[in-house]
């Protein structure tokens, strides 16, 4: 998919992002505890949220480290930049990630959360990035996996297999860029009602499900439709994969 169809999506979306997340009571900050663990993030740390979207992630950070320095939050889409708090303590780079990562500058700790499939030159980004973080430094990639196993309708399960990234083809990318690696997961069962949810897919709340026309959206919520005909909440497992490289 063209980076224009993906900032369109994310326009289309921006409004409403940062409700759809918080549908499950302690996810995110849940999220954001193996986040900093891993980073081994620390009060004095530069800090970036690459592909940060509206911030969500850089406020629960903030709300558990209190960094000290602004987090440099970038975005390729000026709409979810435009949904970041006005009170939130960041620097705003409306930017690509790949370009982003050109850039002559230092950081000590990235964060890639759900925006590395959005790259297309992965082994280029994270070259770069190794290249720029201090000694010490940590890059962590936090994404959901090709096989997602969420009550969507079939072709778009199938769909998202090839939309995802593969972790470990991730952690071989992080290992020739020069990084130590690591891996973990994050399991969180997930009860939402069923009306909300598929809300959220016929308002596309993935990026995955905007490569489905109109009808072929309307088909698959008729798919759901009679595979949940019995249910008033859809119970599921959403499975986070952490893939982090150490810089020595
Ligand atoms: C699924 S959202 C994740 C946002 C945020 N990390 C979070 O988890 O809430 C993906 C984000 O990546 C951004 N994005 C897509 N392609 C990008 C690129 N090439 N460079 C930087 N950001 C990009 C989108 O605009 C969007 O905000």
């Known amino acids: ?11 289309r979306i921006a409004e409403r992002y940062s409700e759809y997340l918080s549908y499950s009571g ?7 505890t193996k986040m900093i663990d891993m980073l081994r993030l620390s009060e004095e740390d530069v800090f970036v949220d ?11 950070i903030l709300d558990q480290v209190k960094l000290r320095q602004p987090v440099v ?25 790949l370009t982003f990562s050109e850039q002559p500058r230092r950081y000590d ?10 790259v297309d030159d992965r082994q280029a980004l994270f070259q770069n990035l190794y290249e720029r973080l201090e000694p010490g430094g940590a890059l962590l990639l936090v994404h959901v996996p090709p096989d997602i196993d969420y009550p969507l309708f079939e072709a778009a399960k199938k769909r998202a297999l090839g939309w995802h990234a593969n972790p470990d083809e991730l952690e071989r990318l992080l290992g020739e860029a020069g990084f ?8 969180w069962p997930h009860a939402v009602p069923k009306q909300r949810y598929f809300e959220m897919v016929a308002s596309q709340y993935m990026s995955v499900l905007s490569s489905f026309s109109p009808e072929e959206l309307a088909e698959g919520l008729r798919e759901m439709e009679e595979a949940h005909a019995e249910a008033e909440v859809l119970e599921f497992t959403d499975h986070f994969d952490y893939v982090v490289g150490y810089k020595p």
């Open 50 to 60: 690459l592909g940060g979207g509206t911030g969500i992630y850089t406020a629960a």
């Open 73 to 97: 939050l970038v975005d390729f889409s000026s709409d979810m930049l435009d949904h970041v708090p006005d009170d939130l303590p960041v620097e705003k780079v409306h930017m690509d990630a």
């Open 180 to 187: 130590r690696t690591a891996r973990d997961a994050v399991d």
């Open 109 to 118: 700790k990235v964060l890639i959360k759900e925006t590395v499939h959005h």
């Open 1 to 11: 998919m063209s980076q224009e169809v993906i900032d369109e999506h994310y326009e």
């Open 26 to 32: 302690d996810f995110v900050p849940a999220l954001v």
